[in-house]
């Protein structure tokens, strides 16, 4: 049986400052180190300042995940050396002495399976090191201390994955979960990452570190099941060892270095005073938390009968179910839940197509109401969408530019179902004998206006005519 | 011009008009450079001080407002950063290190117009209690300059002792302010943990240490304290005194206050001069109605153990970021490789703080630390539990603050463990966070004997009360340099 097992590092990029200072937890955008302060480049005689709202999140984040929330947390020092960490320590969150993270055990479901949370914890981001030069023996490391600080909260699921498919439904279920709460945009470059352990028929256990994207992350899964099984199908052992993956040419690689020899000798962060985050708060930050996924989803089945398949993919894009809620009223939540994830959501299934399209819950709203008073057929609401995300102009402009009004004159549509009428002679005497063939005809007569007819109308007017 | 006058007694005497805070200065300055040659207090000097007193002096004149330091002359331990001044802590690592900022003690005291004269010599990181391990040499006792000022904040207390300053800032991690004080005669004071901000001090055991006064009375370090305590928001591990006045009723006496003597800091090895020393201070004590009682703490017995490896711990962890890159070092990019350059960096620590990086990489480690480091926090809060519970009967407890008295200069450099042992009387007070303090108390064949009061967290106003009381029995003769 394959077991994978995942840690997540999600930095909370919706949040103003650092984890330690009041530095840009949104470093994207400065030149290298310029975003930078005495604290979080660690110089001499500079102290941590912790970030409440920080702390506020990552609980906001256990609470969503089912995890237990203590009554006090704690963080740590994880020592070691990397040119990228500016104390040569990485202040976190351990659970060794006591559960002292952010969160502790907790339940994720993935359809109808349960994923265990081990812990969630609150950490520094170290730096970045950007590697220049041709070849390894030229090669110059830069050191980038813009993110030293960043907060990131990691979240270490127990081995219960069995294939990478699990996996990618797992993140995409904890992407749209972190989005929705509104402390992370998973979308950003380095907001998410991961490591990873895989291990086959219960051989060794293998590390993969340093996985970029939740894309990559379902990738090197893959790739390392696949590595593993055909070393198992050879007899050649599996070793219990660390590997990178190598994000240019999709493979994961041993590491030369002893990484899991490594003697990280935490101990408690003196500078940091415990964290008291009782009842009253966790019910203050619950207050807060804005309504979850499954609650919505709920509520839209419940409430205005949505079909369950279309209140999932609502609920969860928090892109789409914001739409929703601004655009529907209790008479056309159906109709507004239809639009959106049948005809909206293959315009714009892009970050940059998302960012760059016109469309207001306004628009959608006008969109479902005309429909509903026959102004347009439900068949034109589709290239309205399509012109409204690309243009942003008004609904009825765009139905008198591109012709879009259903035919609601009587004396035209007569005319039109008078010819339909004597090319179907047959049709209509059947339609005689026969009300329930009268759609036959109904559907001529759409065809002839491009589906542009007044459904209602052209069906009293068929009528009267055959009768 | 006397520099010998008290803090308190300074800012009176300039806010009068009776001196002027430039004479003072001036007069200070000239002092440091005619005795400094023997005493290597000093590290580097402010070559602005007497311009920054003249500016003082004017505000006064001009009728501005003026901070409660009236140009006081100060000097401040080498390990807490001032902006825009080399800050080394007597390492070759920081040799070149310009602190970008000023520490929020430093802060307070500038907009008390308090002039710092210069920064001062301690023992590399603070690790050591002679002075002797400072990478720019020694620093020697006033009373006796073959002997050693204490550590680690021994050129604090040497500048005040020679009057080379009103007053210093050191840090106490585990008895470098009390200690030094009473090597050479002055006040030092370690008030509990989280009064005074550590925001700018150069961490070497981030969860015991503190800044400290250094002066020459009990009332000048209440007087300090009142500028420098309380809540910093650069600091989390700040409490809130509520603005406390340690100044007011600082005389109340000690009437009917319960002292306990604690044994184990009066038994073996002791001098019997400090002996005699303490037992005087117990009766005058009493003489003062206060009750005095034994009371034992065996948790003590192994607190220098502890507080050696909780400290290297720390330490280890704290001196982790001086690896070449940032600090130390000129290196050419060529052949650059990150783990060996760490080691080059490494060999420009001295002796004292080798030892402690190589027991702090060890202690906590995987396969030990359940042998020695969480034994020591273990001790450390069996310690803590203890002195909780003594605090319930007792209001202060009393102790010499150094078992022995002064030693020569390299008389036990090659000896760290006999050296570690004379940490036995002050550590517990870092250990357990709570104040303490050492009041000057006798002179024994010419060198000092200090006393060491203790009392329970936030007591620090009592603390200072019944140091006054003692204080005010001793009348000693004059440093001899
Ligand atoms: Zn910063």
């Known amino acids: 049986m394959t077991k994978i097992g995942l840690e997540i590092h999600s930095q909370l990029t919706k949040l103003e400052s650092k984890l330690f200072c009041s530095c840009k937890a949104n470093y994207r955008e400065f030149e290298p180190n310029t975003n930078i302060c005495p604290i979080c480049i660690g110089l001499p005689g500079s102290l941590p300042r912790l970030n409440q709202k920080a702390v506020e999140k990552a609980t906001m984040i256990a609470m969503e995940l089912n995890c237990s929330t203590p009554e006090k947390i704690a963080f740590f020092r994880k020592n070691y050396f990397y040119p990228d960490l500016p104390k040569n320590f990485q202040i976190t969150q351990l659970n060794i002495y006591g559960d002292t993270s952010v969160g502790g055990k907790g339940i994720i479901m993935v359809g109808e399976k349960k994923i265990h949370i081990t812990r969630i914890q609150l950490e520094e981001d170290p730096g970045r090191l950007l590697y220049e030069g041709s070849s390894e023996k030229n090669q110059i490391t830069l050191v980038d201390y813009n993110r030293a600080g960043t907060p990131l909260v990691e979240i270490v699921t127990e081995p219960d994955f069995e294939n990478p498919k699990e996996v990618r439904e797992f993140l995409n279920i904890l992407s749209n979960l972190l989005e929705n709460l509104g402390v992370s945009d998973p979308s950003l470059e380095g907001a998410m990452r991961a490591d990873a352990n895989v291990s086959i028929e219960g051989g060794n256990k293998v590390e993969i570190k340093n996985i970029g994207s939740f894309h990559d992350l379902e990738k090197a899964v893959h790739f390392e099941i696949t590595r593993q099984q055909s070393l198992h199908s050879r007899d050649i052992p599996i070793i219990q060892e660390t590997r990178h993956w190598d994000d240019k040419r999709k493979i994961t690689i041993s590491s030369r270095s002893k990484e899991e020899d490594l003697d990280y000798r935490y101990f408690l962060e003196g500078d940091i005073p415990w964290v008291r985050i009782g009842n009253e708060v966790k019910e203050k930050l619950k207050a807060e938390m804005p309504e979850s996924i499954s609650s919505k989803k709920q509520r839209y089945v419940s409430k205005y009968n949505i079909p369950v398949q279309v209140a999932d993919v609502l609920s969860a894009d928090k892109f789409y179910s914001n739409l929703f809620e601004e655009a529907h009223t209790k008479e056309n939540a159906k109709e507004v839940a239809n639009i959106i994830t049948t005809d909206l959501m293959g315009l714009v299934d892009t970050r940059e197509k998302r960012e760059s399209s016109k469309l207001t819950s306004s628009h959608l709203k006008d969109i479902v109401d005309s429909i509903q008073s026959g102004k347009i057929a439900r068949n034109s609401a589709k290239n309205a969408l399509y012109e409204i995300v690309k243009t942003g102009k008004k609904l009825s402009d765009i139905i008198s530019e591109l012709d879009l009004g259903n035919v609601s004159d009587e004396s035209e549509l007569s005319k039109i179902i008078e010819s339909v009428i004597s090319e179907e002679p047959q049709a209509v005497e059947q339609a005689k004998s026969n009300p329930q063939t009268i759609n036959y005809l109904v559907g001529k007569v759409m065809q002839k206006t491009k589906g542009k007819a007044d459904p209602k109308l052209t069906l009293d007017l068929l009528k009267n005519k055959i009768s | ?481």
Not at chain 2, 427 to 434: E, F, H, S
């Open chain 2, 1 to 481: 011009m006397n520099l010998k006058i008290s803090a308190l007694q300074f800012t009176r005497d300039v806010k009068s008009g009776n001196i002027s805070a430039e004479d003072f200065v001036a007069k200070t300055m000239e002092r440091i450079q005619n005795v400094d040659d023997k005493l290597h207090a000093f590290l580097s000097l402010n070559d602005k001080a007497v311009d920054q007193a003249r500016e003082i002096d004017k505000k006064i004149k001009s009728g501005e407002k003026i901070g409660q330091c009236f140009g006081m002359p100060i000097s401040i331990k080498d390990n807490i950063c001032i902006k825009d001044t080399r800050t080394t802590c007597a390492s070759k690592m920081l040799e070149n290190f310009i602190a970008p900022y000023d520490a929020t003690v430093i802060t307070k005291l500038k907009q008390q117009d308090a002039i710092f004269v210069g920064k001062v010599n301690l023992d590399e990181f603070a690790m050591g209690l002679s002075t002797e391990f400072s990478a720019y040499g020694p620093s020697k006792n006033p009373w006796n300059t073959d002997y050693v000022p204490g550590g680690s904040s021994g050129g604090s207390a040497v500048s005040v002792s020679a009057f080379e300053c009103v007053a210093s800032l050191g840090s106490d991690t585990g008895g470098s302010v009390r200690n030094p004080a009473s090597f050479c005669s002055t006040v030092g004071y370690k008030p509990t943990y989280g009064l005074i901000s550590r925001y700018g001090l150069i961490s070497y055991a981030n969860s015991i240490e503190q800044i400290g006064p250094l002066t020459r009375t009990v009332e000048d370090a209440a007087f300090m304290l009142n500028l420098i305590a309380g809540l910093d928001s650069n600091d989390d591990t700040t409490v809130n005194n509520n603005s406390e006045d340690y100044l007011k009723d600082i005389n109340s006496g000690i009437e009917g206050k319960k002292i306990g003597i604690i044994k184990e800091m009066i038994g073996e090895g002791i001098d019997p001069a400090v002996l005699y020393a303490t037992k005087d201070a117990i009766s005058k004590l009493e003489g003062l109605g206060a009750i005095c009682e034994e009371i034992s703490l065996d948790m003590i017995k192994y607190s220098v153990a502890a507080y050696y490896i909780i400290t290297a711990t720390e330490a280890g962890s704290n001196l982790a970021r001086y690896d070449n890159l940032r600090y130390g070092y000129d290196f050419s990019v060529e052949g650059y490789e990150f783990n060996s350059y760490i080691e080059k960096a490494r060999k420009k620590f001295g002796p004292e703080v080798t030892r402690r990086m190589i027991l702090g990489g060890f202690v906590p480690s995987a396969g030990h630390a359940g042998k020695y480091f969480l034994k020591a926090l273990k001790v450390k809060s069996k310690l803590i539990r203890q002195i909780n519970d003594a605090f319930k009967k007792f209001d202060l407890l009393i102790a010499p603050t150094v078992p022995i008295l002064p030693f020569k200069i390299g008389e036990k450099i090659n000896d760290p463990v006999s050296l570690f042992l004379i940490d036995i009387n002050t550590v517990t007070a870092n250990l357990t966070g709570k104040p303490a303090i050492s009041i000057p108390y006798a002179i024994s064949n010419g060198l000092p004997i200090g006393i060491q009061l203790i009392a329970n967290s936030m007591d620090d106003k009592l603390l200072l009360q019944a140091a006054y009381a003692l204080e005010k029995t001793v009348k000693l003769p004059e440093v001899p340099i």
